[in-house]
């Protein structure tokens, strides 16, 4: 149904609207509002945000049609407005359009001619919905799809490509905020969800600024992914930016709860799957990484400690010329026959 303000201070003109309409009111195809002047109509538009269009006449009392058609872009952009006067010389015609009025329509009104003018109107307010709702839903895909999944849809051969998989060397990097599951059962639900995405914003920064790919969120982590050329040292002169970035941070004080913010971070190198993993019956596929070194990273940054940067021997070996290590020893990491060795990274 599509809602029409309709504003002249001529009061038999809703009688005739109501009239000459009154069975597409009645298949609630249409729905009329009245306003007597345009400050009445700013009120009505206030009033009614789902209004499609303004069937306005000129000359009024209070406030005319001219100056209402300059001030509906402000009260709702998405408006479109059709002038229904009988001024119809060239002058009035030219400011209407000029203002933004949409048509023209001359009194005495042929009301057929008016209803082809409103559903043209009406179809173009339509098409201007339609192309915000694809911007806001393009918008919204990109929030939550990897770069590379846009890529694969804009390209021809979308179907066949968005099974392909390659194996790749890369560095993957696992920070878990510490300490934030047992805040998650003593705070709000709200202020929880904000302090976490301010400190992913906070995280991510550092990711993005040495090329890095955030690959996905989990809980109170972040899974990052670093490729191409000297992607260990990027990774690892981004773990180290996002600890001294919350090492940095104030205690966040919520009632009687202080939490200080800390990471832990493992970090892994070697040749990984990338693909899109899920499920394709069910359409929900997630471009992502796997393989021994992304497992490696995951359990490297479970070991570590609250402001610790946990490496394996072989990317300590990679690493030593460039970064300031300390041995903390051997561990037994899962699926793993025999003990790892494992380093931290200083600085």
């Known amino acids: 149904m599509a809602?029409?303000?309709?504003?002249d201070d001529e009061a038999d003109l809703e009688l005739l609207i109501k009239q000459k309409f009154r069975r597409k009111i009645r298949e609630n195809k249409y729905e009329f509002v009245f306003a007597q002047n345009g400050e009445q109509a700013l009120e009505q538009v206030k009033q009614h945000p789902d209004l499609a269009i303004v069937l306005s006449d000129i000359n009024m009392p209070v406030m005319d049609g001219l100056t209402l058609l300059s001030r509906l872009p402000e009260a709702n952009p998405l408006l479109k407005a059709v002038v229904v006067s009988a001024y119809g010389d060239m002058q009035n015609i030219r400011?209407?359009?000029?203002?933004?009025?949409?048509?023209?329509?001359?009194?005495?009104?042929?009301?057929?001619?008016?209803?082809?003018?409103?559903?043209?109107?009406?179809?173009?307010?339509?098409?201007?919905?339609?192309?915000?709702?694809?911007?806001?839903?393009?918008?919204?895909?990109?929030m939550y799809v990897d770069e590379n999944v846009l890529n694969f849809m804009t390209h021809p051969e979308f179907e066949q490509d968005l099974l392909h998989n390659e194996a790749v060397e890369a560095t993957v990097v696992f920070i878990d905020i510490c300490g934030f599951t047992s805040l998650t059962e003593q705070v709000p639900a709200n202020t929880v969800v904000n302090l976490l995405n301010g400190l992913f914003d906070s995280i991510v920064k550092q990711i993005i600024d040495q090329a890095g790919q955030v690959d996905k969120f989990m809980g109170d982590a972040v899974m990052a992914v670093f490729r191409g050329n000297y992607h260990l040292e990027r990774a690892i002169d981004a773990a180290l930016a996002v600890r001294e970035q919350l090492n940095s941070t104030e205690a966040i004080t919520m009632g009687d709860k202080i939490f200080q913010p800390r990471v832990s971070i493992g970090i892994n190198s070697g040749e990984v799957v990338s693909g899109n993993i899920g499920s394709v019956s069910l359409k929900r596929l997630d471009y992502t990484v796997i393989g021994d070194a992304v497992n490696v990273a995951q359990r490297l940054q479970a070991i570590g400690k609250p402001g610790q940067i946990v490496i394996s021997?072989?990317?300590?070996?990679?690493?030593?010329?460039?970064?300031?290590c300390e041995k903390i020893g051997e561990v037994a990491l899962k699926n793993k026959a025999k003990p790892v060795t494992i380093y931290e990274v200083l600085a």
Do not use: C, W
């Not at 809602?3 to 504003?7: A, D, F, R, S, W």
């Not at 021997?313 to 300031?324: D, G, L, N, T």
């Open 3 to 7: 809602k029409i303000l309709v504003v």
């Open 313 to 324: 021997e072989a990317v300590y070996e990679k690493a030593r010329e460039a970064f300031s």
């Open 95 to 142: 400011t209407a359009m000029n203002r933004g009025a949409f048509d023209f329509v001359f009194k005495p009104v042929d009301f057929e001619d008016l209803d082809l003018t409103m559903e043209k109107t009406l179809h173009h307010v339509r098409q201007m919905h339609e192309t915000l709702q694809a911007i806001k839903e393009n918008n919204i895909l990109k």
